[in-house]
Nanobody
Framework: QVSLVESGGGLVQPGGSLRLSCAAS????????MAWFRQAPGKEREFVLA?????????YYGDSAKGRFSVSRDNAKNTAYLQMNSLKPEDSAVYYC?????????????????WGQGTQVTISS
């Protein structure tokens, strides 16, 4: 069982940056792939990016994240991070972190067993 808590969301001007954190409690954090999804009002949940388990040598990017976002993890701190740069108004959404062990569904919500409650990110001038 893993519990996830996101933090770091807020209001940022277009072009700005934010770093979201996902703190995990429970056992074997390092054994989970960690992903970030987002959901804007009236839209389906969207895959943003993911980092593989253990050493985190593999990364998976959604179209919205390429060139602007990055993901990292600190297994000693049981925490995953989402660094977002060059933010745009269309990045506004609730951002969720998720933990899972599916190798075949890394970019799919179905591949994740545990979810945080989400943190709101709003990009506006």
């Amino acid at each position: 069982q893993v519990s996830l808590v996101e933090s770091g969301g807020g209001l940022v001007q277009p072009g700005g940056s934010l770093r979201l954190s996902c703190a995990a409690s429970g056992r074997a954090f390092e054994s989970y792939n960690m992903a970030w999804f987002r959901q804007a009002p009236g839209k389906e949940r969207e895959f943003v990016l993911a980092i593989s388990s253990f050493s985190g040598n593999n990364f998976y990017y959604g179209d919205s994240a390429k060139g602007r976002f990055s993901v990292s993890r600190d297994n000693a701190k049981n925490t995953a991070y989402l660094q977002m740069n060059s933010l745009k108004p269309e990045d506004s959404a609730v951002y969720y972190c998720a933990a899972g062990r599916s190798a075949a569904r890394v970019i799919q919500a179905a591949g994740y067993d545990y979810w945080g409650q989400g943190t709101q990110v709003t990009i506006s001038s």
